[in-house]
């Protein structure tokens, strides 16, 4: 599996070095422009409509519209300095809350978290333990391709699964819409509808649900393939605008101290626990 990037989690004073891996990938059937009859692919060009000619890439900038057909144009150092270097590098988690609380609409793009070396798998399966354990899920910041984003960090089987947020004022409320005034439902339409319910409660399996629609297409393009209903477009250039492990640490001492310089709910009854647990004598390494 491809690591697409590398970092550290920050718990509290532990940082745990990490990898991580796409959870998904969209398999849903892409489609190509091509010039009918002769089956050429069209060539998406950009172009500049004010001096009626194409554009190469060191000619385009990116700009920001105030209004109406106004912008304001951003250099890549100004974007680089509104970025910051919050985030980079590191999967900050913030706080830990009940799975319960967060809003399934707010979840975009999920991603695998592996151990970033042998090193340190022991700090890693600390952290998926405790949250495994606690029945809870951190709420982390991080920045992937420059952004920073909001994200949720979950134990999932033996890693980690990240799963990237959108910010609170990015979910639309349904203040446009009207609920219609309708009666309570009698006790007889509630028992139906709960036995219906019931009858279609199960485990899921995502296993049940396939993609029919991708089924149907690969089905139809095979069909054609077999009945050579296919067009072969003479290759054409695409022009100047082309694209083209660590020292062992000690993990209760950290802990301890970040307990120290952390404040919230809690803390002090967590405190006097990491107190209890230091006083207990510890077993010598085998040599």
């Avoid at 060539?43 to 990116?62: F, N, S, T, Y």
């Avoid at 340190?120 to 709420?139: C, D, K, P, Q």
């Avoid at 952004?147 to 799963?163: E, G, H, M, V, W």
Wanted: proline share 5%.
């Amino acid at each position: 599996m491809h690591t697409i990037w590398s970092g550290d989690i920050a718990f509290g004073l532990v940082t745990i070095p990490t990898k991580l891996y796409s959870a998904t990938r969209n398999l849903t059937p892409k489609f190509h422009l091509v010039h009918k009859g002769c089956g050429a692919r069209i060539q998406m060009v950009r172009r500049c409509p004010k001096h009626d000619k194409d554009l190469a890439w060191d000619e385009i900038e990116k700009a920001y519209e105030v209004a109406k057909d106004e912008y304001a144009a951003v250099t890549k150092e100004e974007l680089n300095e509104a970025e910051g270097d919050a985030g980079k590098g590191t999967i900050e988690i913030v706080e830990f809350v009940e799975p319960s609380e967060v809003d399934l609409a707010y979840i975009e793009q999920s991603y695998w978290v592996g151990p970033g070396g042998t090193k340190n798998a022991h700090s890693f399966e600390l952290l998926r333990t405790v949250l495994e354990r606690s029945g809870r899920v951190a709420i982390a910041k991080v920045a992937i391709r420059s952004r920073l984003r909001l994200a949720l960090l979950r134990p999932r089987d033996k890693f980690f699964s990240l799963d990237m947020m959108r910010f609170a004022d990015e979910l639309v409320p349904p203040t446009e819409l009207v609920a219609l005034p309708a009666r309570a439902p009698s006790e007889k339409e509630l028992k139906l509808a709960q036995g219906l319910v019931d009858q279609l409660t199960d485990t899921f399996d995502p296993e049940r649900h396939p993609d029919e629609y991708r089924a149907r297409i690969e089905a139809l393009v095979e069909e054609k393939v077999e009945a050579h209903q296919t067009q072969t477009g003479e290759p054409v250039g695409r022009g100047r605008g082309a694209s083209k492990d660590g020292d062992v640490i000690d993990l209760s001492e950290l802990l301890a101290r970040s307990l120290k310089t952390t404040k919230g709910p809690g803390t002090a009854k967590v405190r006097a626990q990491v107190e209890e647990v230091k006083q207990v004598p510890r077993r010598k390494r085998a040599s």
